[in-house]
Antibody
């Protein structure tokens, strides 16, 4: 069974740092682009970042570029998101998701259930 | 970045109704357009990819069309389990973005 399990969320103070993790199982992790998406309470989905299968290519949304860093460890089947200098508006449920390398029409094939990050003093 | 605009933001409909949701891109995305359904407290679920390809297991009451900058998701006969929020997503050049969502509510 394909599973993506996020962890690491919690309460963080503005200006602090936090690292989210997403552990994958049930599929060949190293064959997939991996993504982070967030959803603020009562709001819509926002794509944040992605990384290709071998970690050589990363993309970021303007809203997090320079503050958040995506990384992965294919030996541990784990994706990470390092959050630096968080702001109150970064409060959200953070999902990881996967898309298959080489798909003709890229789309998210699997999602985790999310980890909640609250930025507050 | 490519901006995606959905309309309407919400709609009320009855079981059996035909429902159409529109998604517009700020520039051409060819057919790199996907649709997802999200129910409260759940992760999104893929419905349509490549603008018009139905994901395996998704009822044939769902269909997608369009290319370039204008796309539609159609539910031909709304079922009770279809009341949810729907999002379009573009994946042109592996820089992704979502529309703001359309909430489909019971009339």
């Amino acid at each position: 069974e394909v599973q993506l399990v996020e962890s690491g969320g919690g309460l963080i103070q503005p200006g602090g740092s936090l690292r989210l993790s997403c552990t994958a199982s049930g599929f060949t992790f190293s064959s997939y682009w991996m993504h982070w998406v967030r959803q603020a309470p009562g709001k819509g989905l926002v794509w944040l970042s992605c990384m290709n299968a071998d970690g050589s290519d990363t993309r970021y949304a303007d809203s997090v570029r320079g503050r958040f860093t995506i990384s992965r460890d294919n030996t541990k089947n784990t994706l990470y998101l390092q959050m630096s200098s968080p702001r109150a508006e970064d409060t959200a449920l953070y999902y990881c998701a996967s898309s298959l390398v080489g798909a003709s029409f890229p789309h998210f094939v699997s999602w985790g259930q999310g980890t909640l990050v609250t930025v507050s003093s | 970045d490519i901006q995606m605009t959905q309309s309407p933001s919400s709609l009320s409909a009855s079981v059996g109704d035909r429902v159409t949701i529109t998604c517009r891109a700020s520039q051409s995305i060819h057919t790199y357009l996907n649709w997802y359904q999200q129910k409260p407290g759940k992760a999104p679920k893929l419905l349509i990819y490549g603008a018009s390809s139905l994901q395996s297991g998704v009822p044939s009451t769902f269909s997608g069309s369009g290319s370039g900058t204008e796309f539609t998701l159609t539910i031909s006969s709304l079922q009770p389990e279809d009341f949810a929020t729907y999002y379009c997503q573009q994946s042109h050049a592996m820089m992704w973005s979502f529309g703001q969502g359309t909430k489909v509510e019971i009339k």
